[in-house]
């Protein structure tokens, strides 16, 4: 019998899964009771995601074992439904970016009409492009999840902005 291994990338993705719940896990502490639901499944989700990398083999053409895609899905179909989260609707890049090295994609602005809101977004827009680079070239794992708790921060602060525009 022959025991699985997950490869280096299957274990930072696994890592970068967890790190990732556990800013879902933090966020639910300040968030209505519609936001913080979706935090708990997200976080449950990615906790999935991250077993499930470390126990199975990978067996689609993405590099993830069966459980740990169809688990992230549907953490990234609950933080569209709940954008109050701060959870991009794409955020499994940042955990399936540790097995394929893809760029990661930046979100283009948000579309405000008042001035000083757009100019915010801009300015959030080009940190996250240029922490995503900084992710991409990342030394260690430790650097990389430190980077991720700084991308999410300014996720969370363009949700914050868009509930403003909303009112």
Known sequence: MTTF??????????????????????????????DGRALHVIADLLDTVALSLYEEEPTGLDGMPDGASLALAAAEVAAAQAPGTGFPADF??????????????TPAPLDFTACTLADDDAHLVAALDTLH???????????????????????????????????
């Open 92 to 105: 499994g890049q940042y955990i399936t970016h540790a097995l394929d090295c893809r760029r990661l994609w």
């Open 133 to 167: 680079g900084h992710l991409a070239s990342a030394a260690t794992e430790h650097v990389a999840q430190a980077l991720l708790e700084a991308v999410f921060a300014l996720h969370d602060k363009r949700a914050d902005l868009a509930q403003l525009a909303r009112g």
């Open 5 to 34: 291994e997950p490869t280096e990338q299957a274990r930072a993705a696994a890592v970068r899964a967890a790190v990732l719940a556990g800013i879902a896990r933090r966020r639910t502490l300040f968030a209505s009771a519609w």
